[in-house]
């Protein structure tokens, strides 16, 4: 079956604009989880959803970041007047449930802020 | 404040022998710790979870271990092929709707 796909794979921006990354989790999975791997760097949890709820958003690095979840599936992550520092691979993971369940990761999206 | 380290960036091996990576964590109390393999340019892959009360888990060539009083898990590949070169993610949590913490990871090169 399908995995979690990203879209899209390769994001090349002027630092001041703004972004949005997406996300297609497995068809089912109820949780949903934003990461952040910079180069060199390991992942950084950003934000989790469960169902359209997202219960923690503490992960978010500044309030440029956003993030929705919309019909339980899709999600977006939005990031307004990028900066050079928000350069890295954006990972989007699902899961069956908000538990202990192995995350199933997509490709990523590569953003690199000029 | 909570530190997952993994022993070393970069790890070299002969083809054939045993790799034995490393994950140690400090101020925290996971209930599981699971193991993924990240390719370049691809998301991590889950591998393996080991429960906080169990001390050994196998699978195929891997095998894991989890010491919950050193704080500290092994992740052993038996009989290394080059194929098994890739970045070893080590994850935490402390389950229920706590999030994964990862370690950076640890760069394993198998040489033929």
């Known amino acids: 079956g399908a995995g979690v796909s990203q879209s899209p794979s390769n994001k090349v921006t002027e630092k001041g604009k703004d972004v949005e990354l997406r996300c297609d989790p497995i068809?089912?999975?109820?949780?949903l989880y934003w990461y952040r791997q910079s180069l060199g760097q390991g992942l950084e949890f950003l934000i989790y959803?469960?169902?359209?709820?997202?219960?923690?958003k503490s992960g978010l690095p500044s309030d440029r970041f956003s993030a929705e979840r919309t019909g339980g599936s899709v999600s977006t992550l939005t990031i307004q007047r990028t900066q050079q520092e928000d350069s890295a691979v954006y990972l989007c993971?699902?899961?069956?449930?908000?538990?202990?369940?192995?995350?199933?990761f997509g490709p990523g999206t590569r953003l690199t802020v000029l | 404040s909570q530190k997952i380290e993994q022993n070393s960036e970069a790890l070299n091996i002969q083809e054939g022998k045993t790799a034995t990576l490393t994950c140690n964590y400090t101020?925290?109390?996971?209930?599981?710790l699971q193991w993924y393999r990240q390719d370049p340019g691809r998301g991590p892959v889950f591998l393996l979870l080991?429960?906080?009360?169990?001390k050994e888990k196998r699978k195929e060539r891997l095998k894991v271990t989890f010491d919950t009083t050193l704080k500290q898990s092994l992740f052993h590949i038996t009989a290394s092929q080059p194929a098994d070169s890739a970045t070893y993610l080590c994850?935490?949590?402390?389950?229920?709707?706590?999030?994964?913490?990862f370690g950076k990871g640890t760069r394993l090169s198998v040489i033929a």
């Open positions: 993971a699902s899961s069956p449930q908000l538990r202990v369940d192995t995350q199933y």
């Open positions: 068809s089912g999975h109820t949780a």
């Open positions: 959803f469960q169902g359209n709820s997202a219960p923690d």
């Open positions: 101020n925290y109390s996971p209930a599981y």
């Open positions: 080991i429960r906080e009360n169990e």
């Open positions: 994850a935490l949590s402390g389950g229920g709707n706590t999030p994964l913490v």
